[in-house]
């Protein structure tokens, strides 16, 4: 081996219990973004959290720096360039299920549990102390390395946004985000929410929708939805009947002073994979449908047709070589004050430019009455395999493992990949799939992925800087 990697796989494995109690304790800050404050844009907990990481790369040697509460850098080394490694400390709020405590960042069996155990904390404190473990090799650099810690990922790029065109702080040749997978990523989809509007006359029939809604964002399979059928007592009575009758038992409802409230339930998931839930407001528009409802022709029938996920009833379904088919998801419904408000949460193939996808579909849209906005775009993201970074991530990853089965993926969910050229996902979880799950309970990430992350990331960052 290489005299260098020597050095850096020895000095992590000297420092192991070092590198734990500093993840540790980051972990146990609760940094779900909350309400801004002067200094905190993303809320007191983040806040918390940069301060943290910030202090433990002072103390470690690094040249530090706080971009406005947004971000945050820990820097070594001289050059005109830098290799930029770009993580992020915000986590999901925590959810009901967890067997140990979420912000404990208990040990149990070598594994360490808590909110951002995976994603992104654990991974991205590999990162950083394989950076130090480079920097105490002493090994002659012609660049520099900078680890980026931001602080908006699972809300928003708002901090690499500020980061990048806001302070415009320069860009790294090469970088790569440990959250991810392993080997690495090198295409993810465009994403795109495409809201559909249309207004709706006023209703004077016997039986009418008052309201619907449902979803929370986009970017989940909603799992619940509801709507309010109003009218005259004959009427409704008669759709008491039907409701009786009908066969979906995730469908309920129940009298209200204003008519008959009736609610789905369905599964979520995320976004990117609309398979993997169930879509509550598609079952909400079918047991809709059953009734003699003016809405239906106007935006029901719709629902229950135009919403598969893979955007054929939108007329925009596509594919490509590279990353697969398009995805859509259809994220939430808004009914009320006269006007459906539709959001579609679309995954889109990297070749694929997003002025063919609206062209594609914007004839379709129109001739069924459909106003169209498009917001919270993120361009693809692709660079081939023989390109840098990659070629070189790549290769040390088979390197460090010995894996030369698992291929390097692609995936319609964003990271800060997409943030700046030349970047991409580069692990931190390895194909066994042992540590995660991100978003549920009982997150955690095994003691010895850290260490075998950070000896990989050491490895890379060598490479790419010298």
């Known amino acids: 081996m290489d005299p260098t990697l020597q050095k850096l796989h020895r000095w992590i494995d000297d420092h192991q219990n070092e590198i734990i109690e500093a993840l540790q304790g980051v972990l146990r800050i609760p940094s779900v973004e909350g309400p801004p404050e002067p200094g905190a844009p993303y809320g007191r907990a983040v806040r918390e959290a940069l301060d943290y990481t910030l202090e433990l790369s002072r103390k470690l040697g690094f040249r530090v720096r706080d971009i406005d509460g947004h971000a945050g850098d820990a820097e070594f080394g001289e050059g005109s360039e830098y290799i930029g490694v770009l993580g992020h400390l915000d986590v999901v709020p925590e959810g009901e299920g967890w067997h140990y405590p979420p912000y404990g960042a208990e040990i149990h069996d070598g594994y360490i549990y808590a909110r951002g155990a995976s994603d992104d904390k654990g991974p991205t404190y590999a990162a950083l102390f394989a950076a130090k473990a480079l920097m105490e090799s002493g090994s002659p650099l012609r660049r520099r390395v900078r680890i980026i810690f931001g602080c908006n990922e699972e809300s928003g790029f708002g901090c690499m946004h500020h980061y990048f065109d806001v302070t415009n702080q320069e860009r790294p040749l090469y970088g790569f985000t440990p959250d991810a997978s392993f080997p690495l990523i090198y295409a993810e989809k465009g994403i795109v929410n495409l809201t559909l509007s249309k207004p709706l006359p006023n209703n004077n029939a016997d039986l009418y929708i008052a309201y619907a809604q449902g979803g929370r964002r986009p970017n989940m399979v909603p799992d619940h939805a509801s709507a ?161 970074p990659v070629a070189t991530l790549l290769r040390v990853y088979r390197e460090e493992t010995g894996d030369m089965k698992s291929q390097p993926g692609t995936m319609g969910g964003g990271t800060y990949a997409r943030a700046t050229p030349r970047t991409v996902a580069y692990g931190a979880a390895f194909p066994d799939g042992k540590d995660g799950p991100a978003h549920e309970p009982d997150e955690r990430i095994a003691i010895q992925s850290v260490l075998k992350a950070a000896k990989i990331y050491a490895h890379a960052l060598y490479e790419l800087a010298k």
Do not use: M
Not at 240 to 252: F, S
Not at 255 to 281: C, L, V, Y
């Open 228 to 388: 309010l059928l109003a009218g005259s007592a004959k009427a409704l009575r008669e759709a008491e009947t039907l409701l009786n009758r009908y066969w979906d038992r995730n469908i309920t409802f129940n009298h209200t002073d204003e008519g008959i409230k009736i609610e789905a339930i369905g599964k979520s998931a995320h976004g990117s994979h609309p398979t993997a839930g169930d879509n509550a407001i598609v079952r909400l528009a079918r047991v809709l449908c059953e009734f003699e409802l003016p809405e239906r022709s106007l935006w029901l029938d719709w629902v229950v047709h135009a919403s598969d996920t893979a955007g054929s009833g939108l007329g925009i379904a596509h594919r490509d070589d590279v990353s697969g088919p398009l995805t859509s998801n259809l994220g939430v419904l808004e009914y009320k004050g006269g006007r459906v408000f539709l959001t579609y949460n679309i995954r889109y193939p990297v070749t694929w430019p997003l002025d063919s996808l609206l062209d594609q579909g914007r004839p379709f849209w129109e001739k069924e009455g459909w106003s169209y906005e498009v917001t919270q775009g993120h361009a693809p993201l692709y660079v081939p395999l023989d390109q840098e």
